[in-house]
């Protein structure tokens, strides 16, 4: 990642990721962060549909896509611990009205 050449992460040991990482930028900052780390979660959301522009959640070919990519890249150690935490959103139970 360019401009992050001379910072330096080995203070951290643990870190949870919230959100929708299953994107470039989402993938970078993974790569970036897990070759130093003991134990990474990463917590993405889904609701079973495939992707649309401006979704608030991830198809679940997306999250495929992301545990695959982010259990090939580089570990500090084979001891690393990665855990997935997959939550299924109901488009319709936090709204007064449901959207596609």
Do not use: W
């Not at 989402?26 to 992707?51: A, C, F, H, S, W």
């Not at 070919?61 to 001891?79: D, G, H, M, Q, Y």
């Amino acid at each position: 990642m360019e401009g992050f050449s001379d910072v330096k992460f080995s203070h951290l040991k643990e870190v949870k990721l919230d959100g929708f990482l299953a994107t470039e930028r989402g993938m970078q900052l993974i790569k970036l962060l897990l070759p130093v780390l003991v134990r990474m979660l990463i917590i993405t959301y889904t609701d079973d549909n495939e992707p649309k522009p401006g979704k608030l959640s991830e198809s679940p070919s997306e999250i495929n896509i992301l545990v695959a990519t982010v259990n090939a890249f580089l570990r500090a150690s084979p001891k690393v611990e990665v855990v997935f935490e997959i939550e299924y959103v109901d488009r319709c139970t936090n709204a007064n009205f449901c959207f596609d």
